[in-house]
């Protein structure tokens, strides 16, 4: 599966953003969706996941305020942020796996937040 993630820009503290990613391939349900991000200096970690079914996870630095969705007649992901904050800021990247390791990756999309 081929992904494309957008709706990056720059922000200020409070505001909100929402992320797209568009998928192009097969079977788009069958896989578990995820967004993860790397900010400058440190570690990529995953943000949010939605299984085929809907179910969604969350890191504890954003639970309730971000929110995943996904339409899987439309090969969509959404990644909708909200009360964002400074420590936000990062490259936010679109993700895709069936089992194990995430393995299908988009390009990246930068998020920043000002303070």
């Known amino acids: 599966v081929q992904l494309q993630a957008s709706g990056g820009g720059l922000v200020q503290v409070g505001g909100s953003l929402r992320l797209s990613c568009a998928a192009a391939?097969?079977?788009?349900?069958?896989?578990?969706m995820g967004w993860f991000r790397q900010a400058p200096g440190k570690q990529r970690e995953l943000v949010a996941a939605?299984?085929?079914?809907?179910?969604?996870d969350y890191a504890d630095s954003v639970k309730g305020r971000f929110t995943i969705s996904r339409v899987n007649d439309k090969n969509a992901v959404t990644l909708q942020m909200t009360n964002l904050k400074p420590e936000d800021t990062a490259v936010y990247y679109c993700?895709?796996?069936?089992?194990?390791?995430?393995?299908?990756w988009g390009q990246g999309t930068l998020v920043t937040v000002s303070s």
């Open positions: 939605i299984t085929s079914g809907g179910s969604a």
């Open positions: 993700t895709a796996r069936r089992d194990g390791q995430y393995d299908y």
């Open positions: 391939g097969r079977a788009f349900s069958s896989y578990v």
